[in-house]
């Protein structure tokens, strides 16, 4: 049975902080790693992963593949309020299997 | 932009009731995916649809069923609304794609609550 697990479950910062959010899988069928951010509404998707030690950047998220010790990271530097979100790890080919998410909390 | 669209933010049935879920897409794409999302356990798969008139059952497809008669359009049925069926309900679609991947692109979701 494919695994994701996501941790930490939640955590609280504060504006300024740098978050790190882990993924580790165990899936059969790999083919890519997605990120997506969901506020209240549909997930975005905010990078995909294929292959191991490439870091992906878009302005202060970043994430890097690792497919030997099978995990992936996500780090937002510099947070704000609008980062506020459940952040979700998603694993496969065209059928994914997702993270229960990891609820990040950005305070003033 | 993917314009993925669920035809309800908010729907409330009753036990034993049929109900339908509907999703479209505006971006031509083949597969289209319905998830449940439920706290804890994050997004599980009911069922996926590579092209118009095909479906394949996701992990947890029991008291679900889907129709897909034309490619921009994924239903879900629930043949017999249950209490443990209440949930938020997730659409997604992507293009087929040979060697690169794609992802999908979601919906807003449908917050079904079955009394």
């Known amino acids: 049975e494919d695994k994701v697990v996501q941790s930490p479950l939640s955590l609280v910062v504060h504006e300024g902080d740098t978050v790190t959010l882990n993924c580790s899988y165990e899936v059969t069928n790999f083919r890519s790693l997605l990120w997506y951010k969901q506020e209240k509404k549909a997930p975005t998707f905010l990078f995909m992963l294929t292959s191991s030690g490439i870091e992906k950047k878009s302005g202060r998220l970043s994430s890097i593949l690792d497919k030997k010790e099978l995990f992936s990271i996500l780090n937002i530097t510099a947070t704000q309020t609008g980062d506020s979100a459940v952040y979700l790890c998603?694993?496969?080919?065209?059928?994914?299997?997702f993270g229960a998410g990891t609820t990040v909390t950005v305070r003033a | 932009d993917v314009k993925v669209t669920q035809s309800s933010r908010y729907l409330v049935k009753r036990t034993g009731e049929k109900v339908f879920l509907e999703c479209v897409q505006d971006?031509?794409?083949?597969?289209m995916f319905w998830y449940r999302q439920d706290p804890g356990l994050g997004l599980r798969l009911i069922y996926f649809s590579y092209d118009v008139k095909m479906k394949e059952k996701g992990d947890i497809p029991e008291g679900y069923s889907v129709s897909r008669e034309k490619k921009e359009r994924f239903s879900l049925i629930l043949e017999s609304a249950s209490t443990n069926q209440t949930s938020m309900y997730l659409c997604?679609?992507?293009?087929?794609?040979?060697?690169?991947?794609?992802?999908?692109?979601f919906g807003d979701g449908t917050r079904l609550s079955i009394l």
């Open positions: 998603a694993v496969g080919d065209y059928k994914l299997s």
């Open positions: 971006m031509d794409h083949e597969n």
């Open positions: 997604a679609s992507r293009p087929m794609t040979g060697l690169s991947n794609q992802p999908q692109h």
